[in-house]
């Protein structure tokens, strides 16, 4: 059995193709989502990106980091750019920018669309540190461009669960991103497990609802 240090030793974990690609699908709903379309006549759409892509306005769309290759094969029509920040996507996926979320900015203004879902690139942060990045994602967008953001709030760092009324939290959060951000609240979903007694007396400890696209869903409009 070798130590942990050996495996936190950078010098001692292969870099090839495969690893880096197994490593990247580890637990990736919508990418098994994309092998199974691939291989099946029946094609299958996640139902809240169906939801999504039914507020999408005419124009070109931009999805970031949330597996948007399998959304972009069922589409072919349609004008939607794949942008992910893992350089290994480029590999299986070579109808893609490769990008980092600080590259964005090199676009410019040019989605009417734009697409960010329960991103693990965006996971433990801060509010704050969300906003930053939402800050960068705004650089991409054109005025009047639909925002549709989704993430779990057991990803999210900074306050007391036990203190804070979360749904208030967050979305006073959104709200305020009109003022700092020219972002307007248009649509919100925020869904927490229900605490209830069970009939044995004991209650339900599975996760939030929707950990695939995550429990916490906000639509804004850039102005």
Known sequence: MKPI????????????????????????????????????????????????????QDGTTGIFNSAGYYIKDLFPEHKIDVIESNPVVKDFYPNCLHLTREQLIDLGPIYDNFIVTNARSDHWVTMQGLSDYFAIYCKVMKDGCRFFYSFRDTQMLGFNRLKVDMEKFFLSWAEGLKESHGLDLVRHDINFKKKIQLADGEYDLTENPDTTNGNIKFVFVKR
């Open 5 to 56: 240090e050996f495996h936190l030793d950078k010098s001692n974990q292969k870099d090839d193709f495969k690893t880096k690609y197994l490593q990247f699908r580890v637990g990736r709903i919508k990418h098994q989502l994309w092998l199974n379309n691939r291989k099946s006549k029946k094609k299958c759409l996640y139902e809240s990106d169906k939801a999504v892509l039914d507020q999408c």
